[in-house]
């Protein structure tokens, strides 16, 4: 090869020169407070986020935020890998399966005092199990962020077609019941002349979703996950395994669910109108407005049973590393994405979640609506009448240990729910008792 011309020397020292000199420049941000925030998210939320520390970055110019991305699936470790070794960014968001078990480590920042001296700052305009998912050993150490419970998204338009009663206005008069849902399921299912089903009544979970999801069925028949002190399962008790029967026949014995192969491929989605009814939290409604306009569709409650319709309420934490050296500019942070002003953009106007705020959540602005889904009551409705999972330090252990014998169920392996929960219980009682952990 030959050696470059003095021409092409030049170029490459000035090219260096330039890259050095933008390297070593000053810095934008020197006599600022820099802290950094990191989160995972779809993209259209991840601009949002962006968005959101550009507007505080402007609006707070002694603080400059940098956020820092991580894809979902790695988000976990990234983060539990950056704690450890001291490097975790001043800010994070931590979904709440995790919280307990991270918190009891030390490592969240106590954010009790902070509130304390904040004046802007009351608990009680806040929903109680908003705050109370927050809190360890009776101190604040984080605050809710993409929060609410679990209800049902479902398609008017088949509800109209299969000659059906809107499951709203029969929940409104107390007549939406799982015997009502699972006629309702049944009626909706429909198959082709060859013999292929073109559309299901409900879309059942899969194993590793069934649990939380659809707690909802496991408290309408009186039934429970763990016992109150969180030392042994409690799913083997007839309320609990009458419920995973239901979902388990909805599937394999009323055949108005599709099963895991029929799924493949996303063939029967809610948003393809190939699904009457699904369970789901709020954040899935900027993703239904974008991508249905064939059919109309809106929510309603989880179903009656005879210990009533409790469902799940549950959210992310928005907490700040314990070894952070700017905690109050952290919390100022903290405060700014947990506003007023911004829960109106985001929970409001956008519909990204459910706002945290009691007095936002029962506003004109909130309630009513111009776009699906227009029964906002529901919203309101699953977190008035929800209650926590039980999701504890050994959360994430215990509950893959059930998902590896409910699977069974679920795939239709096994047909009998007792004979798969009492097998459960066994797994998930050894975990519980094993106070050592990982």
């Known amino acids: ?259 895991q192969a029929q799924g493949e491929n996303s063939l029967y989605t809610f948003e393809g109108g190939k699904l009457g009814m699904v369970f789901d939290f709020m954040g899935l409604t900027p993703r239904y407005r974008k991508l249905i306009h064939k059919f109309d569709w809106d929510v309603c409650p989880v179903p009656r049973g005879p210990y009533g319709n409790t469902t799940l309420c549950k959210g992310n934490q928005l907490v700040i590393y314990s070894e952070t050296a700017h905690p109050d500019a952290a919390w100022r942070f903290e405060r700014f994405i947990t506003s007023e002003a911004t829960e109106d953009e985001l929970y409001v106007k956008r519909r990204r979640c459910f706002p945290t705020r009691k007095a936002m959540a029962y506003s004109a602005e909130y309630l009513k609506s111009k776009l699906p889904p227009f029964n906002n009551w529901a919203f309101v409705d699953a977190v008035a009448h929800s209650r926590p999972l039980p999701i504890n330090e050994r959360w994430s252990e215990w509950t893959q240990a059930f998902d590896s014998e409910i699977d069974n169920l679920i795939a239709g392996r096994e047909r009998d729910a007792g004979v798969v929960l009492r097998r459960a219980k066994v797994k998930v009682d050894k975990v519980l008792a094993d106070e050592a952990g990982f």
């Open 1 to 259: 090869m030959k050696p470059p011309k003095a021409r092409q020397w030049i170029q490459m020292f000035a090219i260096c020169a330039l890259g050095m000199a933008l390297g070593c420049g000053p810095d934008p941000y020197a006599g600022k407070v820099k802290i950094r925030y990191m989160a995972w998210g779809n993209p259209e939320q991840l601009d949002l986020e962006q968005h959101l520390c550009d507007e505080f970055n402007e609006k707070n110019p002694d603080v400059h935020v940098t956020f820092f991305k991580v894809p979902a699936a790695e988000y976990t470790l990234k983060m539990m890998l950056m704690m450890a070794s001291h490097t975790a960014p001043d800010v994070m968001r931590v979904d709440h399966y995790n919280f307990p078990n991270l918190v009891a480590k030390g490592y969240f920042y106590d954010l009790t005092d902070l509130a304390a001296k904040d004046p802007t700052f009351h608990r009680d305009d806040f929903f109680p199990q908003a705050i109370d998912e927050c809190l360890y050993k009776g101190r604040l150490f984080g605050l809710n962020v993409l929060f609410g419970g679990d209800l049902i998204y479902y398609n008017k338009t088949m509800f109209k077609q299969a000659g059906l009663e809107d499951p709203a206005e029969m929940a409104q008069k107390g007549e939406w019941t799982w015997d009502k849902f699972r006629e309702c399921a049944i009626k909706m299912t429909k198959k082709g002349s060859d013999g292929r089903y073109l559309q299901f009544g409900f879309g059942a979970p899969s194993a590793s979703s069934t649990f939380p999801v659809l707690a909802c069925a496991i408290w309408a028949y009186g039934g429970d996950m763990l016992d109150k002190d969180f030392k042994h399962a409690v799913f083997d008790q007839p309320g609990a395994v009458k419920a995973f029967q239901m979902i388990a026949d909805f599937r394999w014995k009323d055949h108005c669910s599709p099963t």
